[in-house]
């Protein structure tokens, strides 16, 4: 999955675009650029996500990757981040939150 793949809609907000994606490891990414996000305007945020998609999921802060999103992020730069989020092992926790 590329960040060119990714197919953004318009946020909630009224303002700025959301995306998401999901892997077969159980991990996904939520990628926005939106008012309320790191890197408004011109940059996007990711958080990792757990869950089978939209509706069935949550923010994963147990992950080696972060332990919150990642904003000021290049179209690029989510592209790596997305790489990464499917390359966890679905097992992948880390820290006290572990579960």
């Keep these: 999955m590329t960040f060119k793949e990714l197919e953004f809609r ?3 907000l009224g303002e700025g675009v959301w995306a998401s994606t999901f892997f077969p490891n159980g991990f996904g990414a939520s990628v926005i650029c ?4 790191y890197g408004w305007p011109s940059e996007y945020e990711v958080a990792v996500m757990r869950g089978s998609g939209v509706g069935e999921c949550k923010i994963d802060t147990t992950t080696h990757l972060t332990d919150d999103v990642v904003g000021h992020l290049t179209p690029d730069g989510v592209t790596d981040m997305l790489r990464q989020i499917s390359a966890l092992p679905d097992d992948e926790r880390v820290g006290d939150d572990a579960h």
Excluded at 34 to 37: A, G, K, R, V
């Design 34 to 37: 939106c008012p309320i996000s």
């Design 10 to 12: 318009p946020h909630n």
